[in-house]
């Protein structure tokens, strides 16, 4: 079994920032990327950004600038530094990882339970 537990989340002025963070336990082999999705009501998920094993990191365009990914590869952690927030920020993030549990198996998305960022105006 795998489980991303996501912390870091709440309630911020526009103009803030909230450090997240995503570690991954249990049964792992290895970590082809980890990132960060978001959901606000009404919306789809949209990527946030991701680090890849390699080192390459990537974000979505409307975060671009302002948020920062970097990842602790001994304790399997991801992290997501959000700056200058808007209230358009304003959702629901998930930790996302794509990973194999053992050699030779299919890397497979595991998804963490959520977490809750509100951006006041």
């Known amino acids: 079994q795998v489980q991303l537990v996501e912390s870091g989340g709440g309630l911020v002025q526009a103009g803030g920032s909230l450090r997240l963070s995503c570690a991954a336990s249990g049964t792992i082999f290895s970590i082809n990327a980890m990132g960060w999705y978001r959901q606000a009501p009404g919306k789809q998920r949209e990527l946030v950004g991701g680090?890849?094993?390699?080192?390459?990191?990537y974000y979505g365009d409307s975060v671009k600038g302002r948020f920062t990914i970097s990842r602790d590869n001994a304790k399997n952690t991801v992290f997501l530094q959000m700056n200058s927030l808007k209230p358009e920020d304003t959702a629901v993030y998930y930790c996302?990882?794509?990973?194999?549990?053992?050699?030779?198996?299919?890397?497979?998305?595991?998804w963490g339970q959520g977490t809750q960022v509100t951006v006041s105006s």
């Open positions: 996302h990882a794509d990973l194999g549990t053992s050699w030779g198996s299919m890397p497979t998305d595991y």
């Open positions: 680090i890849t094993s390699g080192g390459s990191i």
